[in-house]
C-alpha cells in the first residue's frame, strides 16, 4: 500500500526565518514520482516540484529547496529566508508509475510565516 | 489560457437530489482526476481516468460515479447526494498516467444538507 505522511499540522515562523516541512512516503514500488503543491490562502492548488525515484539530486528554486532520501522515504521541503507570502498549506504526493495510477496526497502542512 | 474548469463553484443541495459536477481541460491532457478535501485529511482520489472511456476507483469512491466520453470532459456525479459529501471538490488533468504534475480547477463547495 502507497502511504505519505506529513506529521508537521501546523508550522508558525517569523519572517526571515528558514523552515523545513517533512514529507515521509511509503511505496513497494521502485519506480514512483514525489510531487510538492502549494495551496494559498485563496484556495487553488499549485504545482512546486515533481521528482521521480532515480534522480536523488536535491533540487533548488530560489528560496525553496528539495531534499530526497531514498534511504529514509523523504522528501522535505526547505524554504529559507521565509516570506509572509509563503503563507500557504503545503501538500506532499506520491504517484506511481504504471497502468493505472492512483495518487496518494499527505495530509498537507499549514505554514504560517508572521511578519 | 491552459486551464481546468469546474461547475459550479458553490452548490447547496438537499440529501437524496442527484447532482453533476462538470469538469473540462484544454490542455489535451490524457490523465484526469476527482479529489475531495477535507479539513485534516488532505486531499483524497475519488475517481480518476487514464484517458477516453477509461476510469478507476481512488480512496474515496463510495457514493460518486464518473465519466469520460470525451478527453476534455470528466463529470463527477452524486446519485444521492448525503450530508458526508460536504466537502471541497477538486478536478485535475494531467500527463499521461498520472505521473505528471497536475493542473487544479477552482474547486466546488459542495453542501448536502
Known amino acids: 500500500a502507497q502511504k505519505v505522511t506529513q506529521a508537521q499540522t501546523e508550522i508558525s515562523v517569523v519572517e526571515k526565518e528558514d523552515v523545513t516541512l517533512d514529507c515521509v512516503y511509503e511505496t513497494r514500488d521502485t519506480t514512483y514520482y514525489l510531487f510538492w503543491y502549494k495551496q494559498p490562502p485563496s484556495g487553488e492548488l499549485v504545482f512546486l516540484i515533481r521528482r521521480n525515484s532515480f534522480d536523488e539530486q536535491n533540487e533548488i528554486s530560489g528560496r525553496y529547496s528539495w531534499n530526497f532520501q531514498k534511504s529514509t522515504s523523504s522528501f522535505n521541503f526547505t524554504i529559507t529566508a521565509s516570506q509572509v507570502v509563503d503563507s500557504a498549506v503545503y501538500f506532499c504526493?506520491?504517484?506511481?508509475?504504471?497502468?493505472?495510477?492512483?495518487?496518494?496526497f499527505g495530509s498537507g502542512t499549514r505554514l504560517s510565516i508572521r511578519p | 489560457e491552459a486551464q481546468v474548469t469546474q461547475n459550479p463553484r458553490y452548490l447547496i443541495t438537499v440529501t437524496g437530489k442527484k447532482l453533476t459536477v462538470t469538469c473540462s481541460q484544454n490542455?489535451?491532457?490524457?490523465?484526469m482526476s476527482w479529489y475531495r478535501q477535507d479539513p485534516g485529511l488532505g486531499l483524497r482520489q475519488i475517481y480518476y481516468?487514464?484517458?477516453?472511456?477509461?476510469?478507476d476507483k481512488g480512496d474515496v469512491p463510495e457514493g460518486y460515479k464518473v465519466s469520460r466520453k470525451e478527453k476534455r470532459n470528466f463529470p463527477l456525479i452524486l446519485e444521492s447526494p448525503s450530508p458526508n459529501q460536504t466537502s471541497l471538490y477538486f478536478c485535475?488533468?494531467?500527463?499521461?498516467?498520472?505521473?505528471?504534475?497536475?493542473?487544479f480547477g477552482p474547486g466546488t463547495r459542495l453542501t448536502v444538507t
Open positions: 490542455m489535451n491532457h490524457e490523465y
Open positions: 504526493a506520491l504517484s506511481r508509475y504504471s497502468s493505472a495510477s492512483k495518487i496518494i
Open positions: 485535475a488533468s494531467g500527463g499521461t498516467g498520472g505521473i505528471y504534475e497536475q493542473y
Open positions: 481516468s487514464m484517458n477516453v472511456e477509461v476510469t
